[in-house]
């Protein structure tokens, strides 16, 4: 049935032009409305206007937003919800001192991860990750991409994917999967990382194509983890298969992620923690979306993208949560764009086109999703009544959010 919302304080986050991203400057700016109303039909937004205009006599719910805003939903381009259990005990390592590299070097961080998923069952396994999935539905996301890679063995990969479907299939937001099968190296592999890497491409990579598991493919590029090289290897056997890249680069080290990622197409290039001049610049006239997950660096106490310098060199920039049981626990967009705001100097309208329209982009996903628009899909979430666009980021931890709806549903 189709929703009439009437009374809205300001519609943010429309756009009329149709682009699949923005860049530079004109991040900025960000489209609003005043004192409207907005149309679904089906799954889609069929008009919006204002309240002046307000439609009469047509067949549908009503709702009324008080004067609350609408802002479309949170598109969370990198996450890995799918894992078991949770991982304190490194939180604590943490603390008193140990680094990300030396817990992994321990034999925790992602093979911690990849032990338990291989001792949950599957059944478990997508009653945590639903769990988290509700989480985030309530704090305003609508698309979301969730990866493998804390299986680190076909058969255990394969499983995290079928988590991920049923997700899909059961969750009311939309969801993306990527095959992370080079995330780490498999036990099974110690010492033997270039036997891993044929296994992810002559064995992982035609199963989950077979199956038709994922859209994605990724590889953990940094120091430590693979090489630009394996990268490279992994990312055409991947586009041979039909799965676009998306890669994780410069996490602990300048790692040749970003090069390779350009090089070969990828949609997006994730982290950007460590980012020279030269990064920047191999990612201008590029289409791959450089995308920021400040959440990891707040977790881990490491430096912040350079997000100021890439706007200013005109790039398309996106954010998303990182979710994850090691670097990132919580899949909160909103608190990611208050660190955006207070870390990285994006202003609240940057932020808000990085964590919609561009990390939709991120997903090849911008066409359906990441704005107010005729046609695309209803996706938005209506806040009470708020002073400015600025007092979001602002008032992080404030519960604003009043209702949500999804593909022209309202939850309740
Ligand atoms: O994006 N950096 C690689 N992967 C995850 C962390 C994985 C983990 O520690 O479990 C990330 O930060
Ligand atoms: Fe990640």
Not at 67 to 81: E, M, N, Q, R, V
Not at 217 to 241: K, L, M, N, S
Request: proline share 4%; aromatic share 6%; charged share 20%.
């Amino acid at each position: 049935m189709s929703l009439l919302i009437k009374n809205i304080g300001c519609i943010v986050g429309i756009d009329e032009s149709g682009r699949l991203s923005v860049a530079g400057e004109a991040m900025k700016s960000i489209g609003t409305l005043d004192n409207a109303w907005l149309l679904t039909e089906g799954t889609r937004i069929k008009e919006y206007g204002p309240m002046s205009q307000l439609p009469t006599g047509i067949d549908c719910k009503i709702v009324d937003a008080e004067g609350g805003w609408l802002f479309p939903s949170f598109c969370d381009s990198h996450t890995h919800i799918v894992y078991a259990g949770s991982r304190e005990r490194e939180f604590l390592d943490k603390i008193n001192g140990l680094t990300y590299e030396e817990i992994a070097a321990n034999g925790g961080g992602i093979l911690n991860s990849a032990d338990r998923l291989h001792d949950t069952s599957e059944e478990e396994l997508y009653r945590q990750a639903m769990e988290r999935i509700d989480e985030i539905v309530a704090m305003g996301t609508g698309l979301v991409e969730i990866k493998s890679g804390y299986g680190l063995t076909l058969e255990d990969e394969l499983k995290i994917l079928r988590v991920i479907r049923r997700i899909r299939e059961n969750a009311p937001l939309e969801v993306r999967a990527t095959f992370l099968g080079a995330h780490a190296v498999g036990r099974a592999f110690k010492g033997r990382q270039s036997d891993y890497v044929d296994h992810v491409c002559n064995d992982m990579i035609p199963a989950v194509a077979a199956n038709h598991l994922a859209d994605f493919v990724d590889v953990f590029c940094d120091r430590g983890f693979f090489t630009p090289e394996e990268t490279a290897r992994i990312i055409e056997q991947g586009a041979a298969h039909g799965l676009r890249a998306k890669i994780h680069a410069n996490e602990l080290a300048i790692s040749g992620g970003v090069e390779v990622g350009v090089k070969y197409g990828a949609l997006s290039v994730d982290h950007l923690e460590s980012m020279g001049d030269e990064q920047i610049e191999a990612l201008k006239g590029s289409n791959t979306i450089p995308t920021m997950l400040p959440g990891c660096a707040f977790f881990l106490g490491i430096g912040y993208p350079p997000a100021r310098k890439m706007i200013d060199a005109g790039l398309a920039v996106a954010l998303a949560s990182d979710y994850n049981p090691g670097t990132a626990p919580s899949g909160n967009m909103r608190f990611v764009t208050s660190l955006a705001s207070i870390k990285m100097k994006m202003t609240p309208a940057e932020a808000l086109n990085a964590a919609t329209l561009n990390s939709a982009c991120a997903m090849g996903e911008s066409k359906d999703y990441g704005s107010i628009t005729r046609g695309k899909v209803a996706n938005f979430y209506i806040t009470k009544a708020l002073p400015s666009l600025a007092f979001m980021p602002y008032a992080h931890q404030t519960p604003i959010i009043k209702d949500i709806v999804l593909k022209g549903e309202l939850l309740v």
